[in-house]
């Protein structure tokens, strides 16, 4: 009880401090003050005031506030986005060497954003912030020597910056060693590896990493725990899973038909760039009447229900 009502008083006092140390020019808290209102943090959250400190700070030369400060303009948080000062503030921040802001300068040289796009400064980047062990980099590093962008194509570094980031938890690095086993890119094939690595990113969430355990499992003639994995993939928006999940309700593979559900899911991966599934679904189509295909659409747009129908199914699965 006590605790409880002294917290916040101390927590007031340090504000003042930090408030008083800021105003007289203090780059380091001043950052600190900045971060405390970009999250919210002892402080209702404010961006506005957030990007007024770290300004401040930035300023001053103070690179982490300069690489905050780039992330505020590049999301328009506090600001109208703007790419221009965005890649203006990491590109200073990265000079001092901050890993954060290399990696974030990198980005914008691949796609293209704030600055003509180009992938050897990208990848440029992308290697001074991944040789600090920054993983985001590590695994942007990796994906521009397994697609050859800026740089030969070489599928053995690939994977040793993707298990650098990897061994640090990022999940898209996981799903992508995954890949590289299951292909046997850059390394020998072994299914057995690739779902080790498949599965730590889809049980984070990783939805991509989701899909291709569905896919896995399908080779591995376990079509109950694939179905699983499209499902919680599917419910994510993740467009090849929406297509696989939707051809085996259309076609009752391993499920109990419903050209419902199928229609319903195939035209939602559709809406999500999938071509493949525009084909599956003028198929199945063919097999329904008009008011099956209204109640396809009325689901579509009722995910809720949707869902709830389909979990009612897939409950129902032996357990493997």
Do not use: C
Request: aromatic share 14%.
């Amino acid at each position: 009880m006590f605790s409880n009502l002294v917290r916040p008083l101390l927590n007031a006092l340090n504000y003042h401090q930090m408030l008083k140390r800021a105003e007289q020019g203090d780059a380091e808290v001043q950052n600190r003050l900045g971060g405390m209102y970009a999250l919210g943090s002892y402080v209702d959250q404010d961006y506005e005031k957030a990007l007024l400190w770290y300004t401040k700070a930035a300023e001053q030369g103070y690179a982490p506030s300069q690489t905050s400060l780039g992330e505020m303009y590049e999301y328009g948080q506090g600001t109208p986005k703007n790419n221009d000062k965005a890649f203006s503030w990491y590109q200073k921040a990265a000079m001092q060497g901050d890993p954060y802001a290399q990696n974030a300068l990198g980005w914008m040289y691949e796609k293209g954003n704030g600055v003509t796009q180009n992938f050897s400064e990208a990848t440029h980047w992308y290697r001074r912030a991944a040789m600090q062990g920054h993983a985001d980099a590590e695994f942007n590093l990796g994906v521009m020597y397994d697609f050859g962008k800026g740089i030969r194509q070489d599928y053995a570094e690939a994977y040793e910056w993707y298990r650098k980031a990897a061994e640090q938890g990022s999940a898209p690095a996981q799903a992508a060693l995954g890949l590289l086993y299951v292909e046997g890119y850059g390394v020998d094939r072994d299914t057995n590896q690739a779902m080790y690595w498949y599965q730590k990113a889809a049980e984070q969430g990783y939805p991509l990493a989701q899909t291709w355990m569905g896919d896995l499992y399908e080779t591995k003639k376990n079509p109950y725990q694939a179905i699983y994995w499209y499902d919680l993939a599917a419910r994510q928006g993740e467009p090849i899973a929406l297509t696989n999940l939707g051809l085996n309700f259309g076609i009752g593979q391993n499920i109990a038909k419903d050209p419902i559900i199928a229609y319903a899911l195939l035209t939602m991966a559709i809406d999500a760039g999938n071509d493949e599934a525009q084909e599956i679904r003028d198929t199945i189509v063919k097999e329904m009447n008009t008011f099956q295909i209204n109640e396809a659409n009325i689901l579509k747009k009722d995910e809720t229900k949707l869902w709830h129908r389909i979990e009612s199914v897939i409950s129902q699965l032996p357990v493997e």
